[in-house]
């Protein structure tokens, strides 16, 4: 069964900066996609990076591009997401997910998806 489980998350001031952790198990997740995504109270979940666990190759939303960064440790099986520059707009909760069958092109689309962690919250004060 697979398991994500998401770390890291907490309280800091704009311009600050927090790293994500996502440790995932119970597959060998070469062939796999991991995203983060996250949701705001009264807003849709909305995609923020992503990463082809084989290639390394990275997506990020135009919202976190440049100032957020995603990456992984094959030996650790463990994602990461290095956030920098942080503002009050991107307080939200942040989950981890992992594509069994990653598309060519679609991995800012949350319901291709097919595991998710719990989510940890990240809040940004002004």
């Known amino acids: 069964q697979v398991q994500l489980v998401e770390s890291g998350g907490g309280l800091v001031q704009a311009g600050g900066s927090l790293r994500l952790s996502c440790a995932a198990s119970?597959?060998?997740?070469?062939?796999?996609?991991m995203g983060w995504f996250r949701q705001a109270p009264g807003k849709e979940r909305e995609f923020v990076a992503a990463?082809?666990?084989?290639?390394?190759?990275?997506y990020y939303a135009d919202s976190v591009k440049g100032r957020f960064t995603i990456s992984r440790d094959s030996a650790k099986n463990t994602v990461y997401l290095q956030m920098n520059s942080l503002k009050p707009e991107d307080t939200a909760v942040y989950y981890c997910?992992?594509?069994?069958?990653?598309?060519?092109?679609?991995?800012?689309?949350?319901?291709?998806?097919?595991?998710w962690g719990q989510g940890t919250q990240v809040t940004v004060s002004s």
């Open positions: 119970g597959r060998t997740f070469s062939r796999y996609a």
């Open positions: 990463i082809r666990w084989n290639l390394g190759n990275t």
């Open positions: 997910a992992a594509d069994a069958n990653p598309p060519i092109a679609g991995l800012s689309t949350h319901s291709y998806y097919d595991y």
